[in-house]
């Protein structure tokens, strides 16, 4: 009787075929050329005034309510999530002086 392993194995590495197991793959192809993360990007583009937004809500409220048990109560707490976080955004433009005055 043998004694078999909780891996379905026996215990010399060996399936009950008598074949040795081949873990390694070869792997074929050309290795990716490796990237310099410490490179110079070069010149940044021009900074550009960001606008207020009027309706940050409105992609999301064309989507419908979320299929979730009560989705209209679910919608609601999206659409706060979005102000917030539109309001933040703008904040921080604010404080960068990238406000648009045109706007």
Known sequence: ??????NGQHGNGQHGNGQKRH???RRTGN???PIDV???PGEL???RPIADPTDVGALLRSLGDPPVGNGTAAAHYF???????AAVALALAVSADLLDSDA
């Open 1 to 6: 009787m043998s004694q078999q392993h909780g």
């Open 23 to 25: 873990d390694k793959r």
């Open 31 to 33: 290795k990716p050329q």
């Open 38 to 40: 410490w490179r110079n």
């Open 45 to 47: 583009p021009e900074v």
């Open 79 to 85: 659409n706060a999530v979005v102000e917030r976080a």
